[in-house]
């Protein structure tokens, strides 16, 4: 099992910027795709952005599409969430995932504590 422990979140208004990072333990993390996913309050939790072993794909929900940039530092056993222009609805509870490709939407690890992003009109 891979330990993730995602950072970076707090509150802002609507229109800043954020970058979450999540840190991965394990020495194959830059064999595998990573995915962010989050979670709103009453709402299940849903598919943001993923990114495949080396960085070179990417793959971004409709909703976050030219908003967010999905990254990743192998050497550093880290992968990222830049947010621009950030929204109210994207207040939620974000976290990070391995993936079993950029397109597949099921988390194969168990989650972690998770990072709280509020964006506040």
């Known amino acids: 099992q891979v330990q993730l422990v995602e950072s970076g979140g707090g509150l802002v208004q609507a229109g800043e910027s954020l970058r979450l990072s999540c840190a991965a333990s394990?020495?194959?993390?830059?064999?595998?795709?990573m995915g962010w996913f989050r979670q709103a309050p009453g709402k299940e939790r849903e598919f943001v952005a993923a990114?495949?072993?080396?960085?070179?794909?990417?793959y971004y929900a409709d909703s976050v599409k030219g908003r967010f940039f999905i990254s990743r530092d192998n050497a550093k056993n880290t992968v990222y969430l830049q947010m621009n222009f950030l929204k109210p609805e994207d207040t939620a509870v974000y976290y990070c995932?391995?993936?079993?490709?950029?397109?597949?939407?099921?988390?194969?690890?168990?989650w972690g504590q998770g990072t709280l992003v509020t964006v506040s009109s």
């Open positions: 995932n391995r993936v079993a490709t950029i397109y597949s939407r099921n988390a194969l690890n168990a």
């Open positions: 990114i495949n072993w080396s960085g070179g794909s990417t």
């Open positions: 394990g020495r194959t993390f830059s064999s595998y795709a």
